[in-house]
């Protein structure tokens, strides 16, 4: 089967830095995607690591650790409006889908 | 920019009807994809769909459920009977590649089966 664990919540000030974990068992591993969704919206996609490493783009870097089937999304320089829940997906088994986690819900705070 | 959009944005049907969830994909995508998700909970994958048949489905994607690309721009999601627990957020997405590039998301569909 497939699983991923990420945490439920998390709660961080305005122009701090916060890290959202996700760890997964699967099969066939493709890569690690990331998708933002505020509440009554669509998930928006963030970013793909498909190789070890450390990809940057804006305020929000991601990575990903293959061999301990891990990854991260790094949010910097916090804003209010980066409330929403982040959901990590893999591609994995069928090349065609994404298999996202429970989601982890971010509130900022003044 | 372009998007991916969906109609209706609300949708209320009686338990045992079919009901038909329209999407129009990102013009020059190839990959288009149904998800759901109930409220509260995680995106559910149901069905990838390319070059004009279903290139694989969940366990979730039954009998009940089917899709269909009947021109060049539209692609629906049909539930033949309806259950209360159909009752979710449906996703249309399309992408240009798969492997995990980036996919873009419809706004949804909210289903209600009473």
């Known amino acids: 089967g497939q699983s991923l664990e990420q945490p439920s919540e998390v709660t961080a000030v305005e122009g701090a830095i916060v890290q959202i974990n996700c760890t997964y068992q699967t099969s066939g591993f493709y890569g690690l995607s990331w998708y933002q969704q505020h509440d009554g919206g669509a998930p928006t996609f963030l970013s793909y690591n498909a190789l070890d490493g450390l990809e940057e783009t804006g305020r929000f870097s991601s990575f990903l650790s293959r061999s301990d089937s891990y990854g991260y999304l790094l949010l910097q320089e916090l804003q209010m409006k980066d409330s929403a829940s982040y959901f990590c997906?893999?591609?994995?088994?069928?090349?065609?889908?994404?298999?996202f986690g429970a989601g982890t819900r971010l509130a900022v705070h003044p | 920019e372009p998007e991916v959009t969906q109609t209706p944005s609300h949708q209320v049907t009686q338990m045992g009807q079919e009901v038909i969830l329209r999407c129009v994909p990102i013009s020059n995508h190839l990959y288009f994809y149904w998800y759901r998700q109930i409220l509260g909970q995680k995106v559910e994958f149901l069905v990838s769909f390319y070059n004009n048949e279903i290139s694989e489905k969940s366990e979730i994607f039954d009998d009940q459920f089917s899709v269909e690309r009947p021109d060049g721009s539209n692609f629906t999601l049909k539930i033949r009977s309806t259950k209360l627990e159909d009752s979710a957020m449906y996703f249309c997405?399309?992408?240009?590649?798969?492997?995990?590039?980036?996919?873009?998301f419809g706004q949804g569909t909210r289903l209600t089966v009473v």
């Open positions: 997906a893999v591609t994995s088994g069928g090349y065609n889908k994404l298999i």
């Open positions: 997405a399309s992408s240009v590649n798969t492997g995990g590039t980036e996919a873009f």
